[in-house]
């Protein structure tokens, strides 16, 4: 990463907020199908995406990839709105606060840990995450209930 320019970094995470923008849209149309099924694909998707990351050296293979990712993470947008449906009124800020903990130790607190005691390698963090984070997740969401909230426009509840 030392070797790439300034704008060929700053594309990384363009192409990422890219995919991640286009999410939000295709969540729109998305949300006829209820929210157990996004989060059970929007689970399974990513990983190919990042074996791909994690393997491929070619520049753009890698802003093709992160934009990808970004374009699966309708999974936690869903999650976070069945979240906010299976639970009662009084317990939503609680319960979104804990997710939203849960995310950034995911997202900030592992990392520091891995960087400041592990490693410097980036490449290794990918690997702990494919191990740890994304493989075992599609695997646990199949015991999701429906949303309540899905179940009743259709009139099942």
């Known amino acids: 990463m030392y070797c790439y320019s300034s704008f060929e970094l700053g594309a990384f995470g363009s192409s990422y907020f890219l995919g991640y923008a286009l999410c939000s849209i ?8 209820g929210r157990r099924p996004l989060i059970i694909w929007g689970s399974f998707l990513p990983i190919p995406i990042i ?9 753009y293979a890698r802003y093709l990839s992160l934009f990808l990712l970004g374009i699966t ?10 979240l906010t449906e299976l639970f009662p009124k009084w317990h939503i800020l609680m319960v ?3 997710k939203m903990a849960f995310e950034i130790m995911q997202d900030v607190v592992f990392p520091l840990i891995y960087f400041y005691y ?9 690997y702990a995450y494919g191990l740890i984070f994304t493989i075992p997740v599609p695997f646990l969401c199949f015991w999701l209930p429906e949303s309540p909230h899905f179940l009743y426009e259709r009139g099942r509840i």
Not at 26 to 33: A, G, R, W
């Open 51 to 59: 074996v791909l990351y994690m393997f491929v050296n070619n520049v």
């Open 73 to 82: 993470h309708f999974q936690y947008f869903a999650s976070f709105m069945l």
């Open 26 to 33: 295709i969540l729109l149309s998305l949300n006829k199908t």
């Open 118 to 126: 592990i490693s410097k390698n980036w490449r290794y963090l990918h």
């Open 96 to 98: 979104t606060t804990i």
